[in-house]
């Protein structure tokens, strides 16, 4: 698979995993006490935000220049938190990172995806 082909599958699934985290909050009623209260909650979100870091963490250097306005330091960083620091995580800040962030991710994430059109949806009609 080419490294194009390769970023844009990878950014598919960080958008899924975004969409994921959004179902969650829906699934669990999305109130910072059922967050606080629900181990398995917790532990969907948190593990969602590892993977979206983790696939993150695989994008070429050329993609991340070409869309440099996402924070994927900062990503990647909250996946290492989260991978290497999991009992002390701050279920506040996480609450916070699911709810501001993520969504503006997944949004992101839509709109670049919307820009990339795959040569087999290319039209032709112009030419």
């Known amino acids: 698979m080419d490294r194009n082909k390769r970023d844009i599958s990878l950014f598919k699934k960080i958008e899924k995993f975004c969409e ?26 948190t593990m969602s935000l590892l993977q979206i870091g983790e696939l993150a963490n695989h994008l ?15 990503i990647v960083g909250l996946r290492n938190i989260v991978a290497h620091g999991y009992g002390s ?12 962030y993520v969504p503006l991710l997944q949004a992101r994430c839509h709109e670049i995806l919307s820009e990339i059109k795959p040569v ?5 009609q112009s030419c």
Do not use: A, C, R
């Open 20 to 45: 994921e985290i959004d179902e969650t909050h829906k699934n669990f009623g999305n109130t910072l006490n059922n967050f606080n209260e629900n181990k398995d909650y917790f532990k969907s979100v």
């Open 60 to 74: 070429s250097k050329e993609f991340k220049e070409k869309y440099n306005d996402i924070p994927y330091s900062l």
């Open 89 to 100: 995580l701050d279920q506040k800040n996480v609450w916070d990172i699911s709810q501001e």
């Open 120 to 124: 087999n949806q290319i039209s032709f």
